[in-house]
């Protein structure tokens, strides 16, 4: 995951005004290989620009905090209690 808030937005701003992107597009009939180089070359400058970091731990989405864990959970023991016993109730 790139961490943007610690990246160099203004130098990959005028890094990527300094590179061709187009240029890196042979051209030929092949979009697939186009689009790869496209996206290697643009991956290129913002890895050099824009550190990573990586997610640890059981939530790595920040989003996902106890009480909707406790959520999942009970979904998930309903749906197991509906498979082995359907009822209308459940």
């Known amino acids: 995951m790139l961490d943007f808030e ?4 203004d130098g990959l701003r005028s890094a990527l005004a300094a590179i061709d992107l187009s240029s ?3 051209n030929d009939d092949n979009n697939d290989t ?4 496209w996206k290697d070359t ?3 400058v913002v890895s050099n ?4 970091k ?3 731990g059981r939530n790595p989405v ?14 998930n023991s ?8 359907p009822t209308r109730y459940l």
Do not use: H
């Open 54 to 56: 990586t997610l640890k």
């Open 42 to 44: 643009f991956l290129a």
């Open 62 to 75: 920040p989003c996902i905090n106890g009480t909707i864990l406790n959520l999942i959970e009970k979904k």
């Open 78 to 85: 309903v749906r197991q209690k509906m498979k082995k016993f």
């Open 24 to 26: 890196a597009i042979n």
């Open 49 to 52: 620009y824009i550190p990573s």
């Open 6 to 9: 610690r990246g160099d937005i």
């Open 34 to 37: 186009d689009w790869q180089l």
